[in-house]
Each structure stands twice: as C-alpha cells, then as structure tokens.
C-alpha cells in the first residue's frame, strides 16, 4: 500500500513540473563540417602544419556550465579540426592574457584534471546517448572517460589516442590525433556525429564549453552536428598479449623466511573489429597488474559492502556498458547491475558489442576459477575445482534524442545452483529537456547451490529529476524483495522499501561585488526506508548549504539528523559535518573535513549508539611540474554515548611520492600507517606506458604488522609487540598492443 502511495506521487509531481516547466527545443548551432586533409599534421604542440595555416574553424568565447552557467570565458580558443580516411585530427589555441598563471603539470594520464585542459565530447554513433570525453592539459598529458546520457561519466577506460602540448607567449596550444580503430563509430561518406568542446581556466576557477550547455540539460543536449567527409570502416585486428612474474615472501619467524611463493601468468587480449560499430573482444588469463593498488577505503565499523572499482582492462567498460537508468553508486541501493569485480578470478572473457543509429548491444560471457579454489589452513571446499560461469546481454533502443529503452539479461551458473535475471530500463528527457525520468525492473530466478533452494525476487527503481539554472529536484523511490538476488551486481540490502528525496536552489552573487563567491547553494536531501521483514522505519534528514568559491575553492556545510534500526535496535542521533577545498596556488592544494556527533557502533552481538568524532585532511604539493606529493591524515574516534566508553580510534597517514620523469615514465612511492589494523604498508612502482597496452611495470611491495613472536606463533596482543615485516613481493609486467 505505501509503495503504491510513494508511486502516485511521483507521477503528480512529475505531472505538474511538466505542465508548468518553460518547454522549448535545444538551441541550434552552427553545423560543424570536417574536411580531408592531404597530409597528416605532425602532433608535436606546434600549429606549424600547412593543414593548421588558414582561419580557424571555430573562434569564439566559451560559455560556463561550472561552477555558474552562461558567464563569458575572459579569453577566445581556436579551434581547427581536419580527417583523413582513419584518423580525426583538432588542434587549439587557448589564449590566456596570464600565461604566467596557467596550471600545468606533468602526470600520469587522468591525473590532469586540477589543471588548465582543453577537448571535447564526441558522440561518434551520433544518438546522443553515449559519448568518449578526451582532454588534454598544456603539457600533452590525457585525460579521457566514457560518458552516458542516463548514468554519467566512467573514470575507469583508457583509449589510444596521441596528443601535445606546450605553454605560448598568449596562451597554449594542444594538438589532438584521434586513430578510430579504438572507438566505436559510423563509417561512410558525410558521416554525422556529434560534438562539444570543452575548456577549464583553472586560475579563474571557471569551466566551460562550445556550444553552451543548456542549463539543466547536459552535454548531450549541447552538442552540435559534426559531419566528416568520408571515413572508412577499418576492419582491423588488435592483441595484447602479456606476461606477468610475481613472487611472495612470508616471515615465519623472527629471524627467517618462507621460500617465495612465485608464478608467472601468461595471458592475452584480443580484439577484432567486424565493422567500424561492431567488435569482438576475448581475454585469456586477464590480471590487475598490480600497479594501481585498490583505492585505499576505511573498513572499521562499516555496515554495508565497500565498493572497487573495476582496473582489468578488459573489463573496464562493462560496468558502464551495462548500467541500468535509475541507479545510483552513492545514494542507491543497486550502485551496478554489472560489477565485474565479481568475477574475482576469470580464466576467460568474451565480448561482443555493436552500435547502431538506434540500436546498441552488448554481450559478455567469463569463467570464474575463485569459488571453486582451495581453501587455506585446511579447510575443505565442498565445491572445489569448479568453476563459475557467467553470461550476460544488454541492449538499449533509442526513442528520441537522448532518450531510450532497454533491456538486461544476466546468468551465473555455479556447482548445480544458478542465479537469472531479466529486466528492462527506461531514460526519458521530456519538458524542455529539463526533466529526466529513469527506471528500471528486474525480476530473478535463483537456485541455492548448497541448500538447492528455488525462490524467485524482484526489484523496482523510479527515479525522476528536474535540474535547471535555479534549482535541482530530485525523487526517487526502490524496492527490494527478501528474495532478489543477482550475482552480477553490486546491492546493499534486500527486503526494503526507500523513498528518496533532493531539493536544491542555487543563488549567482554579483561578481564584480563578490568575486571570491562563484555560487551559493542551500540544499536538503532525505529519505525514508522501511524494512519489509522487520517492518521497521528508517529515516534521515539531511540540510546544508555550499559555496563555490575562487581558486577552486568549495564549502559545505550540512547538518544530520537520523532513525535506523540494527540487530532489532532502534537508533536515533544527529551530527554535523563541515568539509572544504582550496588551489591556494597552483603548486598546493588544501582539503579537510570535519564531521562530530552521534553515529552506530554496528557490532554484531553489542551495537550502540556512540558519540563520534572524523577529521580527515589532505594535502597535494606539485614543487615543480614533475614531482607529486600527496599526505593524508584521517582520525576516527567512537565513544558509547551512556558510558563514555572508547568503542574504537583510528589513525591513518597516507604518503605517495610521485616523479613523472615525462609523460610516458614515472617512479611512485607510498608508505600507508593504519593504527586501526596495525599495519604499515610500503609499495614502491616504476611505470611506463607508451600507449594504453604497452606496459612495462616493476614493483616492490612489503606489508608490517604489530606482533610478537611466543613459543613458535605470532600473537597480535600483549606488551612486547614491534612492528614486524610480515611479508613481501615484488611483481614485473609487460605487455604489447599490436595492431593489425
């Protein structure tokens, strides 16, 4: 009955926003044509190419979207942009009165976005539903995400695509050659995609684009028309094949060590384009690397599953690929359908995916050898040696401009039990392009494969959203049965029901009386979720302002108050959390955050309800262009709120030291303490990547515990305790992306 209540009111605020919302059409641009070029520009940093010597294509101000919208970019960029047959090609001037001013770094790729960067949002199918986003700072360093109309922006894909920069007398200017064998596209004569150019003044603290975004409407609905000449298909065959050694010593006592566990890995990733929109793609023996070490993630007194991203390169578009419209990894209880961190240990991989004007598809199926491995210290596993299968299919059909329809199918069969899941999504932009709404159903059909117990679930998510200039509404509403199950995805409960709500205004101060204050918002978000096993109620109620201030600078302010319900304890309490960040120049940057009042001590056999303490502050220190050093402080405290007693404290430091000899090669250093678990962890890297595929790595990595050495065991208590090496690796990679 509440679900039903919770849904008719959706429906008559969506209703109402609709009839009462300004309805008007994106604003039409001028149609950009793309021309061959006879000869291939050299990519160096230079606009010395006869290709580059005439006016350019674009040259005109930049309009902001952030952090206001429609405010004029102090200073002109040039745009020039050319193709041949395989190959698009953009150079930019991007004039700066204050050169002197202009942040640039050398770093690693996606690493440049606190510094100035110019490039562009391409949407190469040209259905305005997803989109690649390549940047590139003054020094040639890359940035690129995979962009979704419905879900937003993924950090996790690198492309293979070659760039330059330098810093000029009046400005900088980047060159950009894009070789679209590596991206999905249509191919033919006056080929129509869609594009925005995109640019962030860092010393003005301002980020914007040409055409302008619409407020409230994105960047797809900002793009513009970009015909090129003639494009061929590509038909090409791509592999990557790598070997990985590794080797890892234990302590077993204090004076000796185990002999090294070592293993190498040979493994291979293959790609074959069948059309310019349609590849295949297998992987055998796909690994981490071990370069980019789990981002590192508090794990004392957590109630939920903590989240990791996806780093197998194979895999790192799935989760994106596969997203459903509706869910939300930082407030929804379904942050992924696909999370392929699932399949811990894949012994294969296979993929299809095609792109069509309307129609785009994704298939992929993996083998798992982790829930069938052995155990340690003598544990059997009842089901050890065989392994998990999963298969998984995703389609979406476009029915408007950035509108769609969608369908998901995923399966995972493991030692006689089985988990299936069907479901269907919609994304709909209606009301002047202002209003969203997103929704999704899944329906699963499971086997227990130790209890062999058949049950079937469901889930529902109804999400609609309303963002303009002035302000920002959101309301969302999720169901979850007791029996809903699906293996491939990332949920943080079952058995609930949750209504989610978000109200913001936002308030543009003169800026020629306020110059430090960009943008004031006061905001209010809560929801309301009840249990439908327990039928207990849980809500929160959270207000708050932020500002957006000069020099990069943002503050919020926000204040709590709270009912949950755990291990059939209710639990009410407030607290308050201010947070902040600053460039104060361009060599430092500044944040910290602090949050006080009650939080639940989620102990299993004695919750409580504590009064806590967080502090977390961090630093980014850049002496020069080449050199990195990070340091972050975190200190959590937890005291029983009717005792005083200590439930548990926490110190964490955190050091990386990095050295980007050039863009290509650099050496990293972390040291990580953490008082909670009483370790001491040290990793040390050095890195080369020509493109993404050809890697060389080397690693060193040594993790310290506090223990002490009793009548043959290590004992992680009493008063002689030292902080002992326990164990250490080191690892090699390299790998090599040919190209056929």
Same mark, same amino acid.
């Given at each position: 009955?509440?679900?039903?209540?919770?849904?008719?009111?959706?429906?008559?605020?969506?209703?109402? *926003?609709?009839?009462?919302?300004?309805? !008007?059409?994106?604003?039409?641009?001028?149609?950009?044509?793309?021309?061959?070029?006879?000869?291939?520009?050299?990519?160096?940093? &230079?606009?010395?190419?006869?290709?580059?010597?005439?006016?350019?294509?674009?040259?005109?101000? $930049?309009?902001?979207?952030?952090?206001?919208?429609?405010?004029?970019?102090?200073?002109?960029?040039?745009?020039?942009?050319?193709?041949?047959?395989?190959?698009?090609?953009?150079?930019?001037?991007?004039?700066?009165?204050?050169?002197?001013?202009?942040?640039?770094?050398?770093?690693?790729?996606?690493?440049?976005?606190?510094?100035?960067?110019?490039?562009?949002?391409?949407?190469?199918?040209?259905?305005?539903?997803?989109?690649?986003?390549?940047?590139?700072?003054?020094?040639?360093?890359?940035?690129?995400?995979?962009?979704?109309?419905?879900? !937003?922006?993924?950090?996790?894909?690198?492309?293979?695509?070659?760039?330059?920069?330098?810093?000029?007398?009046?400005?900088?200017?980047?060159?950009?050659?894009?070789?679209?064998?590596?991206?999905?596209?249509?191919?033919?004569?006056?080929?129509?995609?869609?594009?925005?150019?995109?640019?962030?003044?860092?010393?003005?603290?301002?980020?914007?684009?040409?055409?302008?975004?619409?407020?409230?409407?994105?960047?797809?609905?900002?793009?513009?028309?970009?015909?090129?000449?003639?494009?061929?298909?590509?038909?090409?065959? !791509?592999?990557?094949?790598?070997?990985?050694?590794?080797? *890892?010593?234990?302590?077993?006592?204090?004076?000796?060590?185990?002999?090294?566990?070592?293993?190498?890995?040979?493994?291979?990733?293959?790609?074959?384009?069948?059309?310019?929109?349609?590849?295949?793609?297998?992987?055998?023996?796909?690994?981490?690397?071990?370069?980019?070490?789990? %981002?590192?993630?508090?794990?004392?007194?957590?109630?939920?599953?903590?989240?990791?991203?996806?780093?197998?390169?194979?895999?790192?578009?799935?989760?994106?690929?596969?997203?459903? %419209? !509706?869910?939300?990894?930082?407030?929804?209880?379904?942050?992924?359908?696909?999370?392929?961190?699932?399949?811990?240990?894949?012994?294969?991989?296979?993929?299809?995916?095609?792109?069509?004007?309307?129609?785009?598809?994704?298939?992929?199926?993996?083998?798992?050898?982790?829930?069938?491995?052995?155990?340690?210290?003598?544990?059997?596993?009842?089901?050890?040696?065989?392994?998990?299968?999963?298969?998984?299919?995703?389609?979406?059909?476009?029915?408007?401009?950035?509108?769609?329809?969608?369908?998901?199918?995923? /399966?995972?069969?493991?030692?006689?039990?089985?988990?299936?899941?069907?479901?269907?999504?919609?994304?709909? #932009?209606?009301?002047?392009?202002?209003?969203?709404?997103?929704?999704?159903?899944?329906?699963?059909?499971?086997?227990?494969?130790?209890?062999?117990?058949?049950?079937?679930?469901?889930?529902?998510?109804?999400?609609?959203?309303?963002?303009?200039?002035?302000?920002?509404?959101?309301?969302?509403?999720?169901?979850?049965?007791?029996?809903?199950?699906?293996?491939?995805?990332?949920?943080?409960?079952?058995?609930?029901?949750?209504? #989610?709500?978000?109200?913001?205004?936002?308030?543009?101060?003169?800026?020629? &009386?306020?110059?430090?204050?960009?943008?004031?918002?006061?905001?209010?978000?809560?929801?309301?979720?009840?249990?439908?096993?327990?039928?207990?109620?849980?809500?929160?109620?959270?207000?708050?302002?932020?500002?957006?201030?000069?020099?990069?600078?943002?503050?919020?302010?926000?204040?709590?108050?709270?009912?949950?319900?755990?291990?059939?304890?209710?639990?009410?309490?407030?607290?308050?959390?201010?947070?902040?960040?600053?460039?104060? %120049?361009?060599?430092?940057?500044?944040?910290?955050?602090?949050?006080?009042?009650?939080? *639940?001590?989620?102990?299993?056999?004695?919750?409580?309800?504590?009064?806590?303490?967080?502090?977390?502050?961090?630093?980014?220190?850049?002496?020069?262009?080449?050199?990195?050093?990070?340091?972050?402080?975190?200190?959590?405290?937890?005291?029983?709120?009717?005792?005083?007693?200590?439930?548990?404290?926490?110190?964490?430091?955190?050091?990386?030291?990095?050295?980007?000899? /050039?863009?290509?090669?650099?050496? #990293?250093?972390?040291?990580?303490?953490?008082?909670?678990?009483?370790?001491?962890?040290?990793?040390?890297?050095?890195?080369?990547?020509?493109?993404?595929?050809?890697?060389?790595?080397?690693?060193?990595?040594?993790?310290?515990?506090?223990?002490?050495?009793?009548?043959?065991?290590?004992?992680?208590?009493?008063?002689?305790?030292?902080?002992?090496?326990?164990?250490?690796?080191?690892?090699? &990679?390299?790998?090599?992306?040919?190209? $056929?």
């Amino acid at each position: 009955m509440k679900r039903n209540i919770y849904l008719i009111f959706v429906f008559l605020v969506i209703s109402f *926003i609709d009839n009462y919302a300004s309805i !008007g059409s994106i604003p039409k641009s001028k149609i950009l044509q793309s021309f061959r070029s006879i000869r291939e520009p050299e990519i160096d940093g &230079k606009l010395d190419d006869e290709v580059w010597r005439r006016e350019p294509d674009i040259d005109d101000f $930049f309009i902001s979207y952030s952090p206001v919208f429609g405010q004029i970019f102090p200073y002109k960029t040039r745009i020039w942009f050319t193709n041949d047959s395989h190959n698009l090609y953009f150079a930019f001037h991007c004039l700066d009165n204050e050169p002197e001013k202009i942040k640039s770094s050398i770093v690693k790729r996606d690493d440049m976005w606190k510094d100035d960067w110019i490039g562009f949002n391409i949407d190469m199918i040209g259905n305005r539903r997803f989109g690649y986003v390549l940047c590139v700072n003054p020094k040639g360093i890359q940035g690129d995400l995979y962009d979704s109309s419905a879900t !937003g922006v993924d950090f996790a894909p690198d492309y293979v695509w070659y760039s330059a920069g330098r810093v000029v007398e009046d400005g900088y200017i980047v060159e950009i050659k894009l070789p679209l064998e590596g991206f999905s596209y249509r191919s033919g004569e006056n080929v129509e995609m869609n594009i925005i150019f995109e640019r962030k003044i860092a010393h003005h603290s301002i980020m914007g684009s040409w055409p302008e975004v619409p407020a409230g409407q994105g960047f797809f609905a900002g793009m513009t028309k970009f015909i090129i000449s003639e494009l061929n298909s590509n038909l090409n065959f !791509g592999a990557i094949p790598a070997i990985t050694y590794g080797n *890892i010593w234990d302590r077993e006592s204090p004076l000796t060590w185990s002999g090294g566990n070592s293993s190498t890995n040979l493994g291979i990733t293959t790609k074959y384009r069948v059309t310019s929109s349609i590849a295949l793609e297998a992987t055998i023996n796909p690994d981490f690397s071990q370069v980019e070490t789990d %981002a590192f993630q508090i794990l004392a007194n957590q109630r939920y599953p903590v989240f990791y991203r996806e780093k197998r390169q194979f895999y790192m578009e799935t989760s994106k690929i596969f997203s459903l %419209a !509706g869910t939300c990894m930082t407030y929804g209880n379904l942050g992924s359908a696909v999370h392929t961190r699932k399949i811990v240990d894949p012994l294969w991989g296979a993929k299809v995916r095609g792109d069509l004007e309307a129609l785009s598809f994704s298939v992929l199926a993996s083998a798992d050898d982790w829930p069938g491995r052995k155990y340690d210290k003598g544990e059997e596993n009842p089901f050890e040696g065989k392994k998990a299968h999963f298969i998984m299919g995703r389609s979406k059909l476009g029915i408007g401009s950035d509108s769609y329809v969608g369908a998901i199918i995923t /399966n995972r069969n493991f030692a006689g039990g089985y988990n299936r899941v069907i479901g269907g999504d919609v994304y709909y #932009r209606f009301g002047g392009g202002i209003n969203f709404l997103k929704s999704n159903f899944l329906y699963t059909i499971s086997k227990d494969e130790n209890t062999l117990r058949k049950y079937n679930g469901s889930a529902l998510t109804l999400s609609y959203q309303h963002s303009s200039k002035s302000f920002d509404l959101s309301l969302d509403y999720e169901y979850f049965d007791d029996d809903f199950r699906m293996d491939t995805a990332f949920v943080r409960r079952l058995g609930i029901s949750k209504f #989610r709500t978000y109200l913001d205004f936002n308030i543009y101060p003169n800026q020629e &009386k306020l110059s430090w204050l960009k943008r004031m918002t006061p905001f209010v978000f809560g929801y309301y979720l009840h249990d439908i096993t327990t039928h207990e109620d849980d809500y929160l109620l959270n207000g708050g302002v932020e500002f957006r201030l000069a020099k990069q600078g943002s503050v919020k302010v926000e204040y709590y108050t709270f009912s949950e319900y755990w291990k059939n304890i209710g639990f009410k309490g407030n607290y308050f959390n201010i947070a902040g960040e600053i460039q104060s %120049a361009n060599w430092i940057n500044f944040y910290a955050m602090c949050r006080v009042g009650d939080s *639940i001590y989620y102990d299993p056999y004695t919750p409580s309800l504590g009064e806590g303490l967080s502090l977390d502050f961090k630093v980014l220190v850049q002496p020069n262009q080449n050199l990195a050093q990070y340091f972050q402080y975190i200190y959590q405290k937890l005291d029983r709120k009717h005792d005083g007693q200590r439930l548990y404290d926490l110190n964490i430091l955190i050091s990386r030291t990095t050295y980007q000899i /050039n863009k290509y090669l650099f050496l #990293r250093a972390i040291v990580q303490y953490d008082s909670y678990l009483e370790t001491i962890l040290t990793d040390g890297l050095i890195s080369f990547t020509l493109i993404p595929g050809t890697v060389i790595h080397l690693g060193y990595g040594g993790l310290y515990e506090n223990h002490r050495w009793h009548e043959g065991l290590w004992l992680n208590e009493g008063p002689t305790r030292k902080y002992y090496q326990k164990s250490r690796s080191v690892f090699f &990679k390299v790998s090599y992306l040919f190209q $056929f």
